[in-house]
């Protein structure tokens, strides 16, 4: 009878040594223990009472290192909110915030049979990645049912398919292969299609990983592996470990998926299909599965990820879609031609006959529009995408399909052939699909140069088979927004009159017409030659202004910026290259200096290669006295910021400290710590000398640090660069709000010099992802940025 009683006496004392050993393996490896989410709210409004919206809520609360450590997570009603502490003393504190609407991925990973933690990744844009690890104790389901709520809304899930996924052939479902096929496909990590209804029910018991509404469209598995195609997001299942028991789900969104492909099996010994989607993801830009022949419905698949990324495949065939019908092939008639792989126009009706039935890789409303043959491949231009049919291996049966839509195209170009010896003309896309790849170093040689891939396509045409500025008013149809400021319907064919034969001589005639000499080009007489001479405009686009340097010209219409370089010595070899300005993420403008001859313009936009190399800024110098940086500025920022809210955020605030003086002063001006200065005066001034603010536009907090000001309008983080001795040569460099994605502000430490306050925000610009301004400790007030930013970047998204 001792026994029992022994028992109900010791259990409470080892439940008691367990959860003080689980606090231990906690703190010491720094994983985050739930808190009470009413009390932290209440914990962090009273230390930092502007931090927090007034209608913001938290739902879930952590402490790290067990609940013993000072850094803490939040989870609000509007945002992931990180609170860290450093230092010392733990004076300096930087709360990093999250908006929802910037997550692009996340994943959530149970805890293995030996593991002391589970995991919790985001992805957001302009941030990166950002990890956290929970106790065992903590219920990661509920948190990633929290996240699904959140980042899942609509807008984000991709477009609607009526019916989900619709099978094209009948597939078994993979069992009894054997085991040498079993085998094979494990290591080439072959899937097969497996019932996903089956799944669907399963992912909403146990574990319950997938919302209410929710449907599981398609499921393929390999091993203990799986990935599923789902109607709100792509969802992979990652099983680790010996036991099984360490699992990832990995949580990919529609709208980050940019372009996607699907390859056929080869020969009898190719034993799989692949299927690969492109994502403007930092660090994931590419998502592959291999598929087993035989065991998947790859059209079905093509299909279902075609749906979800053009719209809806409901439209009846358009009657007027069909261009170039009738076109005669006559083959490249050369050898340079079938050498170089230079692609000819042949008959989009053909094409488009062939597309719609064998293979069915067309939406019904899809129709070609324009269609070019290489030496064996294929582009089409359709009324949705962009199609590259990619044959491989000597038998052809292997080919690869590649689905670029046209949202997906940000910047676009065509370079005309050069002299006699140059025999192709070729055509540029450049895209927001993050897929630059850098090769590995090999020994002691330098690094090998990078590769674009589907970051910028270039493709080459025969000179003589292919009318190249017809194809650039096509990709103009395609890519510029029509008059109401949205883009041509999908389900709109393109005007017959874009897709005519150019003039003869047309461009020739345009360059005699622009000269070499350096001046300013009178807009109106450039618009008469821009749809007349030379038809390079769309019929409701005008020319605003245009600037001339050496050969090269530019011009900004009321869509695009558009850059005319002409190359080599004879000039005949021209680019012309369009930049959307709805592509555009940042700009900026430099005034010429005393000993400068060029003033500068910067244009950063949404595309990781540019100008061949990674990056996304076109640069264009403007000669001294024969352009108005200003007016320049003013007309991008009319076109970039349009009608974004203008109204202001902050309260009205009371008088400006001075600036440090002594020792203070020099310390903060060595360590580039910014004083904040009125904003009603800066107002003024960004109002009338020089005109930079627009109307709307209004200074909430403004912050100088020598001769430079950084300016937090409603519109834009704007940075005043004053350069050289005489100060003559200024740049303005804006980025627009709407563009900005996450945000962190950090108070100062004891040594403001060493440890300064300052404010970080992330951008929605490759190459430029985040700016950083530091703040005097005793004069900035960090916290009436924060209050702006997050009113302006959590409520209009």
């Given at each position: 009878s001792?026994?029992?009683?022994?028992?109900?006496?010791?259990?409470?004392?080892?439940?008691?040594?367990?959860a003080?050993?689980?606090?231990?393996?906690?703190f010491?490896?720094?994983?985050?223990?739930?808190?009470?989410?009413?009390?932290?709210?209440?914990?962090?409004?009273?230390e930092?009472?502007?931090?927090?919206l007034e209608d913001?809520?938290?739902?879930?609360?952590?402490?790290d290192?067990?609940?013993?450590g000072?850094?803490?997570?939040?989870?609000?009603?509007?945002?992931?909110?990180?609170?860290d502490?450093?230092?010392?003393?733990?004076k300096?504190?930087k709360?990093?915030?999250?908006?929802?609407?910037?997550?692009?991925?996340f994943?959530?990973?149970?805890?293995?049979s030996?593991d002391?933690?589970?995991?919790l990744?985001?992805?957001?844009?302009?941030?990166g990645?950002?990890?956290?690890?929970?106790?065992?104790?903590?219920?990661?389901?509920?948190?990633?049912?929290?996240l699904?709520?959140?980042v899942?809304?609509?807008?984000?899930?991709?477009?609607?398919?009526?019916?989900?996924a619709?099978?094209?052939?009948a597939?078994?479902?993979?069992?009894?292969?054997?085991w040498?096929?079993?085998?094979?496909?494990v290591?080439?990590d072959?899937?097969?299609?497996?019932?996903?209804?089956?799944v669907?029910?399963?992912?909403?018991?146990?574990?319950?990983?997938?919302?209410d509404?929710?449907?599981?469209?398609?499921?393929?598995?390999?091993?203990?592996?799986s990935f599923l195609?789902?109607?709100?997001?792509?969802?992979q299942?990652?099983?680790?470990?010996?036991?099984?028991?360490?699992?990832?789900?990995?949580?990919?969104?529609?709208?980050?998926?940019?372009?996607f492909?699907v390859?056929?099996?080869?020969?009898?010994?190719?034993?799989?299909?692949?299927?690969?989607?492109?994502?403007?993801?930092?660090?994931?830009?590419r998502?592959?599965?291999?598929?087993r022949?035989?065991k998947?419905?790859?059209?079905?698949?093509?299909k279902?990820?075609?749906?979800?990324?053009?719209g809806?495949?409901?439209?009846?065939?358009?009657?007027?879609?069909?261009?170039h019908?009738?076109?005669c092939?006559?083959?490249?008639?050369?050898?340079?031609a079938?050498?170089?792989?230079?692609?000819?126009?042949?008959?989009?009706?053909?094409?488009d006959?062939?597309?719609?039935?064998?293979?069915?890789?067309?939406?019904?409303?899809e129709?070609?529009?324009?269609?070019?043959k290489?030496?064996?491949?294929?582009t089409?231009?359709?009324?949705?995408?962009?199609?590259?049919v990619?044959l491989k291996?000597?038998?052809?049966?292997?080919?690869?399909?590649?689905?670029?839509?046209w949202?997906?195209?940000?910047?676009?170009?065509?370079?005309s052939a050069g002299?006699?010896?140059?025999?192709?003309?070729?055509?540029?896309?450049?895209?927001?699909?993050?897929?630059?790849?850098?090769?590995p170093?090999?020994?002691?040689?330098?690094?090998?140069?990078?590769?674009?891939?589907?970051?910028?396509?270039?493709?080459?045409?025969q000179?003589?088979?292919?009318?190249?500025?017809?194809?650039h008013?096509?990709?103009?149809?395609?890519?510029?927004?029509t008059?109401?400021?949205?883009?041509?319907?999908p389900?709109?064919?393109?005007?017959?009159?874009?897709?005519?034969a150019?003039?003869?001589?047309?461009?020739?005639s345009?360059?005699?017409?622009v000269?070499?000499?350096?001046r300013a080009?009178?807009?109106?007489?450039?618009?008469?030659?821009?749809?007349s001479?030379?038809?390079m405009?769309?019929?409701?686009?005008?020319?605003?202004m245009?600037?001339?340097?050496?050969?090269?010209?530019?011009?900004?219409?009321?869509?695009?910026v558009?850059?005319v370089?002409?190359?080599?010595?004879?000039?005949?070899r021209?680019?012309?290259?369009?930049?959307?300005?709805?592509?555009?993420?940042?700009?900026?403008?430099?005034?010429?200096?005393?000993?400068?001859?060029?003033?500068?313009?910067?244009?950063?936009?949404?595309?990781?290669?540019?100008?061949?190399?990674?990056?996304?800024v076109i640069?264009?110098?403007?000669?001294k006295?024969?352009?108005?940086?200003?007016?320049?500025?003013?007309?991008?920022?009319?076109?970039?910021?349009g009608?974004?809210?203008?109204s202001?955020t902050?309260?009205?605030?009371?008088?400006?400290?001075?600036?440090?003086?002594?020792?203070?002063?020099?310390?903060?001006?060595?360590?580039?710590?910014a004083?904040?200065?009125?904003?009603?005066e800066?107002?003024?001034?960004?109002h009338?000398?020089?005109?930079?603010?627009?109307?709307?536009?209004a200074?909430?907090?403004?912050?100088?640090?020598?001769?430079?000001?950084?300016?937090?309008?409603?519109?834009?983080?704007?940075?005043?660069?004053?350069?050289?001795?005489?100060g003559?040569?200024?740049?303005?460099?804006?980025?627009?709000?709407?563009?900005?994605?996450?945000?962190?502000?950090?108070?100062?430490?004891?040594?403001?010099c060493?440890?300064?306050?300052?404010?970080?925000?992330?951008?929605?610009?490759?190459?430029a992802?985040?700016?950083?301004?530091?703040?005097?400790?005793?004069n900035?007030?960090?916290?009436?940025?924060?209050?702006?930013?997050?009113k302006?970047?959590?409520?209009?998204?």
């Amino acid at each position: 009878s001792s026994a029992p009683v022994r028992q109900l006496i010791l259990h409470p004392v080892v439940e008691n040594r367990r959860a003080m050993l689980a606090k231990l393996i906690a703190f010491i490896g720094d994983n985050a223990m739930q808190v009470d989410a009413s009390k932290g709210e209440a914990e962090l409004r009273q230390e930092c009472p502007d931090l927090m919206l007034e209608d913001e809520t938290v739902v879930f609360a952590f402490k790290d290192r067990g609940g013993a450590g000072r850094d803490d997570s939040y989870f609000t009603s509007h945002r992931v909110l990180i609170r860290d502490v450093k230092g010392m003393t733990g004076k300096r504190v930087k709360h990093l915030s999250i908006p929802y609407s910037t997550i692009q991925a996340f994943s959530v990973e149970t805890a293995g049979s030996m593991d002391s933690d589970c995991t919790l990744r985001i992805e957001s844009s302009g941030l990166g990645s950002t990890t956290m690890d929970f106790m065992t104790s903590v219920d990661i389901f509920a948190l990633a049912m929290h996240l699904n709520s959140m980042v899942l809304a609509e807008g984000r899930t991709g477009a609607h398919v009526p019916g989900g996924a619709e099978a094209t052939v009948a597939v078994q479902e993979a069992s009894g292969d054997g085991w040498v096929g079993g085998i094979l496909d494990v290591l080439g990590d072959n899937a097969s299609q497996i019932d996903a209804a089956r799944v669907e029910e399963q992912l909403k018991s146990s574990p319950h990983i997938l919302m209410d509404d929710e449907t599981v469209e398609m499921a393929f598995k390999c091993g203990l592996d799986s990935f599923l195609f789902t109607s709100k997001r792509i969802l992979q299942i990652k099983v680790k470990g010996l036991t099984g028991s360490k699992v990832e789900y990995l949580t990919v969104l529609w709208k980050c998926i940019r372009a996607f492909s699907v390859e056929t099996a080869g020969s009898f010994f190719d034993r799989d299909a692949e299927m690969t989607l492109f994502t403007n993801i930092r660090g994931m830009a590419r998502i592959s599965q291999d598929l087993r022949k035989g065991k998947c419905d790859l059209m079905a698949i093509q299909k279902f990820v075609a749906d979800k990324l053009l719209g809806l495949d409901i439209v009846p065939a358009s009657e007027h879609a069909i261009a170039h019908e009738g076109h005669c092939d006559t083959g490249s008639g050369s050898i340079l031609a079938w050498m170089g792989d230079d692609s000819r126009m042949i008959d989009a009706t053909v094409a488009d006959q062939q597309y719609h039935a064998d293979p069915p890789i067309l939406q019904g409303c899809e129709h070609v529009e324009m269609a070019f043959k290489g030496r064996r491949d294929l582009t089409l231009f359709t009324t949705k995408r962009l199609l590259v049919v990619d044959l491989k291996g000597w038998s052809g049966k292997k080919v690869n399909y590649i689905s670029v839509p046209w949202t997906t195209v940000q910047v676009f170009g065509v370079r005309s052939a050069g002299s006699w010896l140059d025999k192709d003309s070729e055509m540029m896309i450049w895209t927001d699909i993050n897929d630059v790849y850098y090769p590995p170093k090999e020994g002691d040689d330098p690094p090998p140069p990078p590769i674009p891939r589907n970051s910028c396509i270039e493709m080459d045409f025969q000179k003589d088979k292919v009318d190249l500025m017809a194809v650039h008013r096509y990709l103009s149809a395609r890519c510029l927004p029509t008059v109401g400021g949205e883009y041509l319907c999908p389900e709109v064919s393109v005007s017959p009159d874009v897709m005519q034969a150019s003039p003869p001589g047309a461009v020739e005639s345009f360059l005699n017409w622009v000269g070499d000499d350096a001046r300013a080009i009178d807009a109106d007489e450039l618009d008469r030659q821009l749809h007349s001479e030379n038809p390079m405009l769309q019929e409701d686009e005008r020319v605003a202004m245009a600037f001339k340097s050496g050969r090269d010209m530019l011009a900004f219409t009321t869509k695009r910026v558009l850059l005319v370089d002409v190359q080599g010595l004879s000039g005949k070899r021209v680019e012309w290259k369009s930049v959307p300005y709805a592509s555009l993420r940042a700009f900026s403008v430099a005034s010429a200096g005393s000993w400068d001859r060029d003033a500068e313009l910067k244009l950063f936009g949404r595309t990781y290669w540019i100008d061949g190399a990674p990056g996304s800024v076109i640069k264009q110098d403007l000669r001294k006295g024969r352009a108005d940086v200003i007016a320049i500025q003013s007309f991008i920022a009319a076109q970039i910021l349009g009608t974004y809210d203008g109204s202001t955020t902050s309260s009205a605030q009371g008088p400006v400290a001075d600036a440090p003086g002594g020792i203070n002063g020099f310390l903060s001006w060595m360590g580039d710590d910014a004083h904040e200065i009125d904003p009603k005066e800066v107002d003024k001034i960004l109002h009338a000398s020089p005109p930079i603010l627009q109307a709307d536009e209004a200074v909430d907090s403004c912050y100088k640090v020598g001769r430079d000001v950084c300016v937090f309008t409603t519109k834009r983080v704007l940075f005043v660069d004053v350069q050289g001795f005489t100060g003559q040569k200024v740049e303005y460099m804006s980025y627009p709000l709407k563009y900005c994605t996450s945000f962190a502000i950090q108070s100062p430490g004891h040594v403001g010099c060493i440890s300064p306050a300052y404010v970080e925000v992330y951008t929605d610009v490759p190459g430029a992802s985040r700016i950083r301004q530091d703040l005097n400790k005793s004069n900035a007030n960090a916290w009436s940025i924060e209050t702006m930013l997050a009113k302006k970047l959590m409520s209009s998204k």
